[in-house]
């Protein structure tokens, strides 16, 4: 699809990966790119429109499906890392995983089905993790977010392809970003996740392994989960 011209949404703009997927596409020629954040007074980036949006306040995703009904690429980059270890500790950051990854990429894909349909057909983007398919002992509750996320964009995949919109997932391993601030692991760029996104947005293409950490775990998903485990 193209991306040159396109209008697009990137839900968590302000910082990190999202960011980085808001400057990517306004680089690839985007007409108009919208920043979802939770305080757009405080939100400034040349070439970038902010927006109010909380994924998880449903009359601001209501309000903005009705702001920006021009939206033709959807990007939820929106999400949290706050659950508890597994074995103490209370739930409520673990809720707060699944209102945000899970439940906030459901209401605003929801919410702008129709305009990607009205905009003809378009890309819904959801920003996944290596966690979508493997579990980490250390963010139980984060990786369940994701598988959660990831089965939820499979849905949509199938529920859009009528209406010829492009569904991707993007898969990525640590990234740079305040959310691995504690995390003392190699680490790659947002930009090179946002670059290879709009690789995959520009080729049609439905997943996006970004690097080798993660293309090695879709790799042994189809062995024993002894391969899928080893060294973790
Ligand atoms: N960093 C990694 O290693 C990594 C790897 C794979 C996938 N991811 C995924 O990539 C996405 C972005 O992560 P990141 O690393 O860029 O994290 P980050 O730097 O912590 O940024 C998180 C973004 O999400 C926004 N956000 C949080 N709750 C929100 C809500 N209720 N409504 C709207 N926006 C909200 C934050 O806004 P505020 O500034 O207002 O809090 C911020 O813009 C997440 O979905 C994450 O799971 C990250």
């Known amino acids: 699809m193209d991306i040159k011209g396109s209008v697009a949404l990137v839900t968590g703009a302000n910082r990190g990966i999202g960011l980085a997927f808001a400057r990517a596409l306004h680089a690839h020629g985007a007409a108009k790119v919208y920043a979802g954040v939770r305080e757009p007074e405080t939100f400034r980036d040349p070439g970038l429109v902010p927006l109010r949006l909380d994924v998880t306040d449903e009359e601001q995703?209501?309000?903005?499906?009705?702001?920006?009904?021009d939206v033709s690429i959807l990007i939820n980059n929106a999400g949290v890392a706050s659950g508890p270890s597994l074995l103490e500790g209370p739930f409520d950051g673990a809720r707060r995983e699944m209102e945000v990854n899970f439940f906030?990429?459901?209401?605003?894909?929801?919410?702008?089905?129709p305009v990607l349909a009205a905009n003809g057909g378009g890309a819904l983007v959801n920003m996944l993790s290596v966690a979508s398919w493997v579990a980490n002992r250390r963010?139980?509750?984060?990786?369940?977010?994701?598988?959660?996320?990831?089965?939820?964009?499979?849905?949509?995949?199938?529920?859009?392809?009528?209406?010829?919109?492009l569904v991707v997932g993007v898969h990525a391993g640590y990234v740079d970003t305040d959310l691995t601030a504690d995390v003392d692991s190699p680490k790659i760029l947002a930009a090179d996740v946002a670059e290879q996104t709009m690789t995959a947005l520009l080729n049609?293409?439905?997943?996006?392994?970004?690097?080798?950490?993660t293309r090695h775990v879709r790799a042994a998903l189809s062995g024993g989960l002894e391969a899928l485990y080893a060294n973790r």
């Open 204 to 213: 049609d293409e439905p997943e996006v392994l970004v690097d080798e950490p």
């Open 139 to 165: 963010f139980p509750s984060y990786a369940a977010s994701k598988s959660a996320q990831w089965s939820l964009t499979n849905a949509f995949r199938l529920a859009l392809r009528e209406q010829g919109t």
């Open 61 to 69: 995703v209501a309000a903005a499906a009705r702001a920006a009904g």
């Open 104 to 113: 906030g990429t459901w209401a605003v894909s929801r919410a702008y089905t």
